[in-house]
């Protein structure tokens, strides 16, 4: 699968949080829909509830609640679909009634669990999920607990079809644009040739592999296979092959959101992360808005699309609980941080890596004691002022 060389490629924790955020309100009542998005019963949750028996959620008496979000095409889906394409910690602040969203690039280079050696960050839930190890969540939430310093208590993943079937549930976001947004060369970019991609471009994507040549006594690169290009069929190019939005007041459905949220190639990785946290606070306002809450028809769409493609560690008694929680902190302030390859955004693209490693991002200063402490003290730090509709 060919990457983008040049960025961070997030998505659709957008709906996740949601899922915690706002969704529990009608979720935790409805038994069948959460035993399929959480591991938990609804016979532990009744347990739960009797006076007396602690229902603490993990992190709640620390004073702060971090939760590892998800974004990913989906598994059994073409085109990497256990790849962790969004990657964000949302963490509750219960003391101090804030909140946080941390954005972690696809391309940070990490140690992999599940394989044993050193990959970029997306690839650890793919590896934990291979030949049904189904470890995916547990070692992303290590090494994003160990990247950001901070407990990882809960997880969560979503995929492509529930992001768009709960924008529409809810009947869209609205989103104002200072100027038209457009992207024209992602959705048309090559792909290793497959029933989908069908139409050769005559150009080749090669595997590599780093060896050690005794005569010269230096570590050489040669080439062990190539894989033919393909595009695919205009008609069938996602988001129409050039996604364009006007500027001004908008109303987006499902399939536009879905498009200006993976939007990266024009702009950048980066770009895409700050839209994406935009857009999660969309969701998150509109769904528990009044009207919203009291659409009952609204309300069965969004737990249908949260039932089928949403998937959780925590609890069913551990989302009744968070949504009380939320309710009670009221209108949480959000604090947003999305880490890049700039000074202040921590993290650095070296030049010197053999090239089968391709486009990789790591810490500035050869370790996480940066991104550690400003994870620690993001509730005091200035806000990152460039989240905002461009």
Not at 30 to 35: A, E, F, P, V, W
Not at 109 to 118: I, S, T
Not at 156 to 172: H, P, R, Y
Request: aromatic share 10%; with cysteine.
């Amino acid at each position: 699968m060919k990457f983008y060389q040049k960025r961070w490629f997030k998505i659709f924790a957008v709906v996740a949080v949601v899922l915690f955020l706002g969704g529990g309100i009608f979720a935790w009542k409805t038994g069948g829909i959460l035993n399929k998005i959480s591991k938990g019963g609804l016979l532990q949750s009744l347990v739960k509830n009797i006076p007396g028996v602690n229902n603490d959620l993990k992190g709640e008496k620390d004073g702060r609640i971090n939760v590892l979000l998800l974004g990913m095409r989906g598994e059994g889906v073409v085109g990497g679909g256990t790849l962790a394409d969004t990657i964000m910690v949302a963490s509750i602040n219960i003391k101090d009634n804030k909140a946080s969203l941390i954005s972690i690039p696809r391309d940070l280079y990490v140690d992999n669990p599940g394989w044993g050696n050193k990959t970029k960050v997306n690839a650890v839930y793919a590896a934990g999920e291979e030949n049904g190890k189904k470890q995916g969540m547990e070692d992303m939430k290590k090494v994003i607990g160990e990247v950001t310093g901070l407990p990882i208590q809960y997880g969560a993943s979503i995929n492509f079809a529930g992001f768009k079937q709960l924008i529409d549930a809810i009947g869209g976001i609205e989103i104002t644009l200072d100027q038209p947004f457009e992207e024209a060369m992602q959705f048309k970019e090559p792909h290793v040739c497959d029933s989908f991609f069908t139409i050769p471009t005559g150009k080749y994507e090669d595997k590599t592999v780093k060896y050690f040549s005794k005569t010269t006594q230096t570590y050489k690169t040669r080439i062990v296979a190539s894989y033919p290009l393909c595009a695919a069929p205009e008609n069938t190019l996602e988001c129409g092959g050039n996604f364009k939005l006007p500027a001004g007041k908008q109303m987006l459905n499902g399939d536009q959101a879905l498009c200006y949220a993976r939007s990266r190639v024009t702009s950048s990785d980066f770009e895409r992360a700050k839209r994406q946290q935009i857009i999660i606070q969309l969701v998150k306002d509109k769904m528990l808005s009044i009207g919203t809450l009291a659409d009952f028809s609204k309300g069965s769409a969004m737990l249908k699309a949260l039932g089928d493609n949403v998937r959780t560690d925590m609890q069913v008694w551990e989302m009744q609980k968070f949504y009380e929680l939320y309710k009670k902190l009221g209108n949480l302030q959000i604090y947003q941080r999305v880490l890049e390859n700039s000074e202040e955004g921590l993290l650095y693209n070296p030049t010197d890596m053999p090239k089968e490693v391709g486009y990789i991002l790591l810490p500035i200063g050869g370790n996480y004691d940066r991104i550690r402490q400003m994870a620690k003290d993001i509730f005091i730090l200035p806000a990152q002022s460039d989240i905002k509709p461009k």
